[in-house]
């Protein structure tokens, strides 16, 4: 392989494991603020103890995902040095947003959510709560709108010429609600709110399947279902709305998510299928017309292909594209139907007496982290062959001075150290669930619990 190639796999794999982790922790956040909510309105203990056993693991996924972010900034100048220069007064201004207005906040509040309790009064320690899930909230709007400017750049001019030149803000607010990143923005929180809300709803499903913390675990278990149900249904209407600013801003790459290829004609949308790029043909299950009338409302009106456009610049992986995209949808629906349903036994008082369906949501847990990362590596791979859409191609972004076999090494070691942290996470994720929520009794005989070891032990 070559450099370009190894580069994009070595950068894929630090994202695709970093991004396991802040969703959890914007879902958690939420989940939090409502447990302590509850708390609040009504002094009931059962709500502070999930408030604190949700605490913990909030720590625990916070902890790894600032961890393996760091990588991430670095691999911008070692394997990325074009790409540096050319973005980095936008991406200057949106990371050091992001340090004034998101980690300040969080940071702030971190301490007293962690070490706070019984130390500062519940309704502080309910401020600092909400403190840190807007400073998670805030986080994330800088880092999508980055994102989102690479996809739809705006509010800019280009200073300098070929490899030397390099994209300046002419118009701050103009960068910030580029084309495509309110809706992006949405759609990355709803989806780290489902991380969340279906963590939550797996673990105290495995509680009342096993027995244990069966009054806690209900009330828990309503709380994220009421989450899940919501933003689920909310996540359909986001995505289209974001589908039809790709259809606007990107027509190549919504072409590519279809395995769309005629070049003006009335387009299909598909349930599943296969991309055969040397034929130019999708064979699947489709809906005949589907895709134009999701965009134009009507039958007839036609859909720009991928033979409109230049060689050069369609998107290659073209299968990999159209299955990762067609993924995150079936799971997206996959978690509407298991809410929906779960929601319905809810109003008819049944809701815990199907065990089979404690156990969906038992697994449930891997559909909004898989949809993430596949919704993720769809709008990723489609954006190519440009890192910033239409200026600068990925080709042309990369560091002269890196070789393939460094970059074979790294990536190596990365694996590695990245394996080991997953282990870590998931044997310190998996004893906390063992020994579960604290006693009411055990809360009030241990007042203050010091340290690290109160959030990180057992």
Do not use: C
């Not at 673990?203 to 399947?209: T, W």
């Not at 598909?270 to 965009?295: E, R």
């Not at 998107?315 to 996959?334: D, E, K, R, S």
């Not at 809410?339 to 949501?361: D, H, I, M, N, V």
């Amino acid at each position: 392989m070559d450099v370009e190639i190894l580069s994009r796999i070595q950068f894929a794999f630090t994202v695709a494991f970093h991004y396991i982790y802040p969703p959890l922790s914007i879902g958690l956040g939420l989940i939090m603020v409502i447990m302590e909510g509850q708390y609040l309105r009504t002094k009931e203990p059962v709500y502070e103890q999930m408030a604190r056993f949700w605490t913990k693991i909030f720590a625990l996924t916070f902890g790894i995902g600032v961890a393996t972010g760091i990588v991430m900034e670095f691999e911008f100048g070692t394997n990325w040095a074009t790409y540096s220069r050319y973005v980095g007064d936008v991406f200057g201004s949106a990371l050091a947003a992001e340090g004034i207005f998101a980690f300040a906040l969080e940071s702030g509040f971190l301490g007293i959510l962690l070490f706070g309790w019984n130390r500062v009064s519940p309704r502080v320690h309910f401020i600092s709560t909400i403190g840190v899930f807007f400073g998670s909230l805030f986080s994330a709007v800088w880092i999508v709108v980055a994102n989102s400017w690479q996809q739809t750049p705006a509010g800019f001019h280009v200073v300098g010429e070929g490899m030397e030149a390099r994209a300046e803000i002419t118009d701050f607010w103009a960068m910030v609600f580029n084309p495509s990143s309110v809706d992006r923005l949405l759609h990355v929180w709803i989806g780290a709110f489902l991380a969340g809300a279906f963590l939550v709803l797996s673990v105290h499903a495995f509680y009342l399947l096993k027995g244990r913390h069966v009054e806690l675990s209900k009330k828990a278990f309503r709380i994220a279902l009421s989450v899940a149900t919501v933003f689920a249904l909310a996540q359909l209407f986001t995505g289209h709305h974001s589908a039809e600013g790709v259809a606007v801003n990107q027509p190549a790459k919504l072409a590519a998510l279809e395995g769309h290829f005629d070049s003006l004609a009335v387009a299909d949308a598909y349930v599943f299928g296969w991309v055969d790029k040397k034929n130019q043909q999708v064979t699947g299950l489709s809906v005949p017309g589907g895709l134009t009338y999701l965009l134009h409302y009507d039958l007839n009106t036609p859909v720009r292909g991928l033979n409109s456009f230049p060689e050069d610049e369609r998107p290659t992986a073209l299968n990999a594209i159209f299955q990762f995209y067609h993924l995150m949808v079936a799971f997206g629906m996959a978690m509407i139907a298991l809410t929906l349903f779960a929601s319905f036994q809810w109003w008819r008082g049944k809701l815990f007496e199907k065990r089979w369906l404690l156990w969906a949501f038992v697994l449930a847990v891997l559909l909004p982290n898989i949809a993430n990362q596949a919704g993720w590596f769809a709008a990723e791979m489609g954006r190519q062959p440009w890192v910033v859409y239409g200026l600068l191609r990925t080709s042309d972004a990369l560091s002269a001075a890196v070789t393939a076999n460094q970059v074979v090494f790294s990536l190596i070691l990365f694996a590695l150290i990245y394996t080991l942290l997953f282990a870590l996470f998931l044997y310190l994720l998996n004893k906390k669930i063992q020994v579960g929520p604290e006693s009411e009794e055990r809360i009030q005989h241990n007042p203050r619990q010091e340290g690290m070891a109160g959030v990180l032990g057992g």
